[in-house]
């Protein structure tokens, strides 16, 4: 696992960041983003369906869109419906001793729960990319 621990510890003390998912080259906004570093239900470090590596925690990012046109893609994307999904990316700016660098984070669809206006999402963070803007 590629996980920057002070990039995310970083990421969750700031406010007010944009964010967007990118999906099938198509990006939606995303509001509501939360990050938190949280136990996951597994007894010992662990490979995931052979996909990705799993410790006893992880960091976790929960957010959500009014796009409703992602709902069809999500049987696509998720962990669990689709046995070829692929990982997903959270894109964002982050100021960094007063240089603005981009933020990746890799990331798999774990759960969604939706309504007739908004799509919340539950994201599982497996790498973090840090880049130039």
């Given amino acids: 696992m590629e996980i920057d621990e002070k990039i995310l510890s970083r990421l969750i003390s700031s406010q007010k960041i944009k964010y967007t998912l990118n999906v099938g080259g198509k990006e939606y906004s995303l509001e509501n983003v939360s990050v938190a570093k949280s136990?996951?239900?597994v007894k010992r470090p662990t490979n995931r369906g052979g996909i990705y590596?799993?410790?006893t925690t992880a960091y976790k990012v929960k957010a959500a869109t009014k796009d409703l046109s992602l709902i069809p893609l999500i049987s696509k994307v998720m962990l669990g419906p689709n046995t070829d999904f692929k990982p997903l990316e959270i894109k964002t700016n982050l100021d960094i001793d007063g240089k603005s660098l981009g933020l990746t984070l890799v990331t798999h669809l774990t759960n969604t729960?939706?309504?007739?206006?908004?799509?919340?999402?539950?994201?599982?963070?497996?790498k973090?990319?840090?880049?130039q803007c």
């Fill in 128 to 131: 973090t990319k840090l880049e």
């Fill in 53 to 55: 590596f799993s410790d």
């Fill in 39 to 41: 136990s996951v239900p």
């Fill in 113 to 126: 729960m939706n309504t007739s206006t908004r799509l919340e999402l539950h994201f599982i963070v497996d």
